[in-house]
């Protein structure tokens, strides 16, 4: 099957303020601010799939739900609020839990996990679960699915792949070396409409996560927009090429994705609609 086209790298950078001067880019007042723009992919090579014998990919239809915010966002950001209706509405048991722990000031990714596992040991014995990770919150979504084997598919909106590997490019490595020397940074956070510091312990904690490294068997949807100026879809195409259980979608919309909201949903339903017995989770 063809791969998918690539798509010109976005072209701005943080939504935050950078230290020593470095400009700041303001937010869109109809999306929370993702994580920085990551590092641009090469164009040159064409990623293949990894060499490793592929696991066989298995298929259970999710039983409960979890919704994963991005950076700098909450539980009551557009997407979180359109995903909990629609599951909801569909009879399905859904959590969108706060990532920002044990405070914005002090998150950190492994938090964010340890939030997420909390969440996924509530659920009852026997329970299927789905998770849908909106930019950061798709980074965790996979690393989720990792530790916790009762996860069985995950949608990842704009994920925030790659961006530990290259001292978070937009702000350099001169701004990534005065975050850690001041021991904060100022980032725009939307819902409370400032600026508020991140402590530098977010940047030793977030370097011991690389996807990469991960080896899923259940299925993986992305969906990146072409027009993304924060997270560059060349990272989603990368992923995807990389792994046969994931199907990436590209679509004509921006990082916030909300044009296209009816139609991730929409796909999201087609990924997880019970399979007949024939399918015994085989691999495709």
């Known amino acids: 099957m063809q791969g998918p086209r690539q798509i010109p790298p976005g072209r701005r950078g943080f939504r935050i303020r950078p230290p020593d001067g470095l400009s700041r880019v303001r937010?869109?007042?109809?999306?929370?601010?993702?994580?920085?723009?990551?590092?641009?992919?090469?164009?040159?090579?064409?990623?293949?799939?990894?060499q490793e014998t592929p696991l066989p990919v298995r298929r259970e239809t999710p039983t409960h739900w979890i919704y994963l915010h991005g950076f700098g966002s909450d539980p009551m950001s557009p997407k979180a609020r359109f995903f909990s209706?629609?599951?909801?509405?569909?009879?399905?048991?859904?959590?969108?839990?706060?990532?920002?722990?044990?405070?914005?000031?002090?998150?950190?990714?492994?938090?964010?996990?340890?939030?997420?596992?909390?969440?996924?040991?509530?659920?009852?014995?026997?329970?299927?679960?789905?998770?849908?990770?909106?930019?950061?919150?798709?980074?965790?979504?996979?690393?989720?699915?990792?530790r916790c084997k009762n996860v069985s598919y995950v949608m990842l909106l704009a994920p925030a792949l790659g961006l530990f590997r290259v001292n978070f490019v937009g702000l350099g490595k001169p701004g990534v070396r005065a975050w850690e020397r001041d021991g904060f940074l100022e980032v725009f956070h939307s819902p409370s409409n400032r600026n508020r510091r991140l402590s530098a312990d977010f940047v030793a904690d977030a370097r011991q996560y690389?996807?990469?490294?991960?080896?899923?068997?259940?299925?993986?949807?992305?969906?990146?927009?072409?027009?993304?100026?924060?997270?560059?879809?060349?990272?989603?195409?990368?992923?995807?090429?990389?792994?046969?259980?994931?199907?990436?979608?590209?679509v004509d919309d921006d990082h916030s994705l909300l044009a296209s909201i009816t139609q991730i949903w929409e796909w999201l339903r087609m990924d997880t609609r019970p399979r007949p017995n024939r399918d015994n989770g085989s691999a495709d």
Do not use: W
């Open 85 to 146: 209706q629609q599951f909801r509405a569909a009879g399905l048991p859904v959590v969108v839990p706060d990532l920002n722990v044990p405070s914005f000031e002090k998150l950190t990714i492994t938090a964010c996990l340890a939030e997420v596992e909390r969440v996924i040991s509530g659920f009852p014995a026997g329970a299927k679960v789905g998770i849908v990770g909106s930019s950061l919150g798709g980074l965790i979504a996979l690393f989720a699915a990792d």
């Open 210 to 250: 690389d996807e990469r490294n991960l080896r899923l068997s259940i299925p993986v949807t992305i969906v990146h927009g072409q027009r993304d100026d924060i997270v560059d879809p060349h990272l989603s195409i990368t992923y995807a090429r990389a792994h046969h259980n994931v199907k990436l979608h590209l």
């Open 27 to 50: 937010p869109q007042a109809s999306e929370a601010p993702p994580m920085p723009r990551a590092p641009r992919v090469s164009r040159m090579r064409t990623p293949s799939r990894s």
